[in-house]
C-alpha cells in the first residue's frame, strides 16, 4: 500500500508560479506512475499531469507549457513535482496526487487559488 502527502498549495496571484510536491511512502517500489488531477467546485476531476517510471509524461490540454512534472529520483517514482507557471484564475482547483501501483492511491488535496 502506498500514502500520499501533498503540499505547496497556496493563494497565489493571475500570472504567479507554484510548485507542489507529493511524497509517497510505504511500498514505493511497487510505483510505476505518479500523477496531479484537480477538481475545481461544480466540476468533474480532471488529470493535470502524470509521469512514469521511465520519464513518460503526459499532460492536460489546458496546461502545456505552462505545467511541469517531474520526479526526484532515476530509480524510484517516491516524490513528484508539479512546477505551474503563468496561473490563471480557471486553474483554481484542490489538487490531488495519485500513485498507481497494485491499485490506485489518493492524496487528500492542497488547495490552489488564482485570484487578484
Known amino acids: 500500500q502506498v500514502q500520499l502527502v501533498e503540499s505547496g498549495g497556496d493563494l497565489v496571484q493571475p500570472g504567479g508560479s507554484l510548485r507542489l510536491s507529493c511524497e509517497a511512502s510505504?511500498?514505493?517500489?511497487?510505483?510505476?506512475?505518479m500523477g496531479w488531477y484537480r477538481q475545481a467546485p461544480g466540476k468533474e476531476r480532471e488529470l493535470v499531469a502524470q509521469?512514469?517510471?521511465?520519464?513518460?509524461?503526459?499532460?492536460a490540454d489546458s496546461v502545456k507549457g505552462r505545467f511541469t512534472i517531474s520526479r526526484d529520483s532515476p530509480t524510484t517514482t517516491s516524490t513528484v513535482y508539479l512546477q505551474m507557471n503563468s496561473l490563471q484564475p480557471e486553474d483554481t482547483a484542490v489538487y490531488y496526487c495519485?500513485?498507481?501501483?497494485?491499485?490506485?492511491?489518493w492524496g487528500q488535496g492542497t488547495q490552489v487559488t488564482v485570484s487578484s
Open positions: 510505504g511500498r514505493v517500489f511497487t510505483i510505476y506512475a
Open positions: 495519485t500513485a498507481l501501483a497494485i491499485d490506485v492511491s
Open positions: 509521469i512514469t517510471r521511465d520519464d513518460s509524461t503526459t499532460y
